[in-house]
């Protein structure tokens, strides 16, 4: 899937329905975005590699941007049980 397909993917997706903010549901909002952190640095990285000649950087350099977007829409959007991160309940625990 290219970049194009993602962006494509992110905005087609449906809205999530509330989901209750649990320390499980808050845990794995956290994790995606760590993913997001780790991959928008993994990126660099091997992009640096591919730029001084390493075997197979310049593949995992391709990859990270189809990675970084997934999560980051399914940070934003939510889907999978989680609500995204603009929902009601987040907005209003932040108040």
């Known amino acids: 899937m290219n970049i194009s397909s993602h962006s494509v993917a992110w905005k087609s997706r449906a809205a999530a329905p509330q989901a209750p903010l649990s320390g499980e549901v808050l845990g794995k909002l956290i994790n995606l975005s760590g993913r997001r952190r ?3 640095q993994c990126l660099v990285l091997y992009a640096v590699l591919a730029h001084q000649g390493k075997a197979g950087a310049l593949e995992i350099s391709r990859e990270a941007p189809g990675i970084f977007e ?16 603009y929902c009601e309940a987040l907005r209003s625990s932040s108040s």
């Not at 997934?70 to 991160?85: C, E, K, R």
């Open 38 to 40: 780790f991959t928008s």
């Open 70 to 85: 997934t999560a980051h829409a399914s940070l934003v959007q939510g889907g999978d049980g989680l609500p995204g991160l």
